[in-house]
């Protein structure tokens, strides 16, 4: 089993925005897919901006092919960078997860430059404060990651992360969603430890 104490779940992935689980944790879910319940928490559907009209559609495309059925899919609609005035609202959200998915490890964005992702993270503590509680990480918006476990990922976990990026077609032209560049991240993430491939986690709370 890759992570001992995640024990049987269910995991629970929470996500700002579209994307960020995949980015931030699709080679682990690669991993894991099928040993144990899964389950993805999205906060903004990132609608205002009318360029991004499909990215709900994508969103459900790409956790398909990670696996993740679409009941277990979960889409709030807090208003993209504007998290910091619904901060209750979110923290009440996420306690109604709580209470009905029971999860045994949480991964949650990083506290990183993305405002979101601040409330996201700073929430994210207070609801979940008896669960294992696991930083993942986001390159683009991380200014000084201090990552603590690096995951070995196989080809086909790689693979398999970008199968799931590609299906946001909205975000092809960004240059964070390049495929060298989401290759490279994974491949510069290992250099510490020797790895060839891996993605980089921070751990908040472990509960054995």
């Known amino acids: 089993m890759v992570f ?16 960020d689980v995949e980015y931030g944790c ?18 903004s559907k990132n609608q205002r901006n009318p360029r ?8 459900k495309e790409s956790l398909r092919s990670l696996g993740i059925k679409d009941d277990n899919n979960v889409v709030a609609d807090f208003i993209t960078r504007e998290f910091s005035y619904s901060r209750q609202e979110i923290c009440d959200f996420l306690w109604k997860i709580n209470k009905k998915i029971q999860p045994t490890c949480v991964f949650i964005p990083p506290y990183d430059i993305h405002q979101d992702h601040q409330v996201g993270h700073n929430e ?11 930083e993942y990480d986001i390159p683009r918006s991380e200014k000084f990651p201090k990552p603590v476990i690096f995951l070995k990922l196989s080809k086909k976990n790689l693979d398999d992360k970008l199968r799931a990026l590609a299906k946001y077609k909205t975000y092809q032209a960004k240059n964070y969603f390049k495929k060298d ?19 980089v986690y921070s751990p908040i709370s472990i509960i054995l």
């Open 124 to 134: 994210s503590l207070r609801v979940f404060r008896t669960k294992t509680i696991i």
């Open 52 to 59: 991004n009209k499909n990215l709900l559609k994508e969103n």
């Open 4 to 19: 001992d104490f995640i024990k049987d779940g269910p995991i629970l992935f929470i996500g700002c925005h579209p994307d």
């Open 181 to 199: 560049v989401i290759i490279a991240a994974c491949k510069s993430s290992g250099i510490k430890v020797e790895l060839p491939l891996c993605e």
């Open 26 to 43: 699709g080679g682990l879910i690669s991993k894991i897919r099928g040993k144990v319940p899964l389950y993805v928490v999205t906060l």
